[in-house]
């Protein structure tokens, strides 16, 4: 990038947002997604529901009128998902981890029993599986998609990478909609943090191999090949230039679920970029195992929170130990 001159604005800035330390973009955007509410349209239309539910309490509302009216077995199939606790604690302009989220140092525990998001996040959460609004449907991000697809669902959460799957699986037995993930509360501030990959090059010292690498990433982040990827999955693209491109403007016309998925980001921040986390994977799943535990359990919110800092802060303390 310096020896070129790339432009580096030519990458969405709350995209490369995640991916940058200390004004340094350690590796290049490629198939970037956030979360969002998917929604039975025919279901909200026969309940009478015309306002989409922001923020997990507006769900609840709606719930007893898509049961009754709306012809729905589950209001929202919510799949356990280290990812969505993740985004619930960015929607509260929280963060996750401390020494600000990874960023200004490594991360030595986490920060979301400290400033209540966590609790808030799981408070929540089970008052709706308590109401009988989300059913335990599972571990990992595709668990809730199935019963959605199927028509039995009136909501899911899941990656935009999703749509065209969904999309596929519906394949016209009613209409997908789509909309941003849902706040916490009402009062909720934050934004949404970017999942999916981005390319990394190996430093192996030689130059014709490094400067074939990087031919290669510049043509995979070009704007033809963003606007293809976009078309084909659902990742966004990452580079600004794509939106002109005829191959993105179709697919956006012909499916205009896929555009909320790109608001969603522009109108997010780069401080909502999200954590930097030496032991994500792990965490991930000390999450899912903590939340499953309390929908079957009865564990309370505080319990399970303070459970979850005490795995996950010992996996940091011992991986910081031997990376010193």
């Not at 920060?111 to 808030?120: E, L």
């Not at 999703?162 to 916490?184: M, R």
């Not at 704007?223 to 999955?233: E, G, L, V």
């Amino acid at each position: 990038i310096d020896g070129e001159g790339w432009d580096l604005s030519q990458v969405e800035p709350n995209i490369a947002a995640y991916y940058t330390v200390d004004d340094v973009l350690y590796s290049m955007p490629f198939n970037s997604s956030t979360p969002i509410l998917y929604y039975n349209k025919d279901m909200f239309e026969k309940a009478g529901i015309t306002e989409i539910p922001d923020s997990l309490p507006k769900i609840a509302a709606v719930g007893d009128g898509l049961l009754e009216k709306g012809g729905a077995g589950e209001v929202i199939s919510l799949g356990i998902y280290g990812w969505f606790f993740e985004q619930f604690t960015s929607k509260q302009g929280a963060d996750y981890a401390d020494n600000g989220n990874g960023r200004t140092a490594a991360a030595t525990a986490v920060d979301f029993d400290k400033n209540g998001a966590g609790v808030k996040t799981l408070t929540a959460w089970k008052a709706l599986a308590d109401q009988g609004y989300a059913p335990n449907v599972g571990r990992g991000g595709d668990a809730g998609l199935a019963d959605f697809s199927a028509g039995k669902a009136a909501m899911t959460l899941g990656s935009t990478a999703s749509l065209k799957q969904i999309l596929n699986d519906v394949n016209g037995k009613f209409e997908v909609g789509t909309a941003y993930f849902p706040k916490v509360s009402d009062e909720d501030q934050g934004g949404v943090s970017i999942g999916g990959g981005s390319l990394w090059a190996l430093n192996n010292e030689d130059p014709a191999r490094q400067n074939a690498v990087w031919q290669f990433v510049k043509f995979l982040v070009s704007p033809a090949s963003q606007a293809y990827w976009n078309s084909q999955t659902g990742y966004f693209p990452v580079t600004v230039a794509a939106h002109e491109e005829t191959v993105f403007q179709e697919n956006i016309a012909k499916y205009p679920q896929f555009e909320t998925a790109i608001d969603q980001l522009h109108d997010s921040t780069p401080q909502s970029a999200g954590a930097l986390l030496s032991i994500f994977p792990e965490a991930r799943q000390i999450v899912e195992t903590e939340i499953e535990n309390m929908l079957n359990n009865s564990t309370s919110p505080e319990d399970t929170v303070a459970k979850m800092a005490d795995s996950i802060n010992k996996s940091i303390e011992d991986y910081n130990l031997l990376n010193e």
